[in-house]
């Protein structure tokens, strides 16, 4: 059984940074896409950053240069590195995986794509 689990949530200032991890179990990293999503009150969950297991990143445009993601093969953990955190910022953070081989060369921040999630941990950034 695929499991994921978020940590590293909490309440920071503007400006602020945190750092939020996703452990996998029941998974190797081969071949997988790891990603980052959140879902701010009253709106739609959106893709946040994604790494494969060959080490390609992707961030959009709202987070570039801010966050920063990063995956250890050895401990099943994919981080993201939070930094400038601003009250846009302000959502539940989840993890997500789904298998596409890394010959494909595909990455993706769709979350239609994906197949296993985790629960999630909040993120509060206050003026």
């Known amino acids: 059984e695929v499991q994921l689990v978020e940590s590293g949530g909490g309440l920071v200032q503007t400006g602020g940074s945190l750092r939020l991890s996703c452990v996998a179990s029941g998974l190797t990293f081969n071949d997988y896409i790891i990603g980052w999503f959140r879902q701010a009150p009253g709106k739609e969950r959106e893709g946040v950053s994604c790494?494969?297991?060959?080490?390609?990143?992707y961030y959009s445009d709202s987070v570039k240069g801010r966050f920063a993601i990063s995956m250890d093969n050895t401990k099943k953990t994919v981080n993201l590195q939070m930094n400038s955190l601003n009250a846009e910022d302000t959502a539940v953070y989840y993890c997500?995986?789904?298998?596409?081989?890394?010959?494909?060369?595909?990455?993706?921040?769709?979350?239609?794509?994906?197949?296993?999630w985790g629960q999630g941990t909040q993120v509060t950034v206050s003026s």
């Open positions: 790494i494969s297991s060959d080490g390609r990143t």
């Open positions: 997500a995986a789904v298998q596409i081989p890394d010959t494909l060369r595909i990455i993706t921040t769709d979350l239609y794509d994906y197949d296993y």
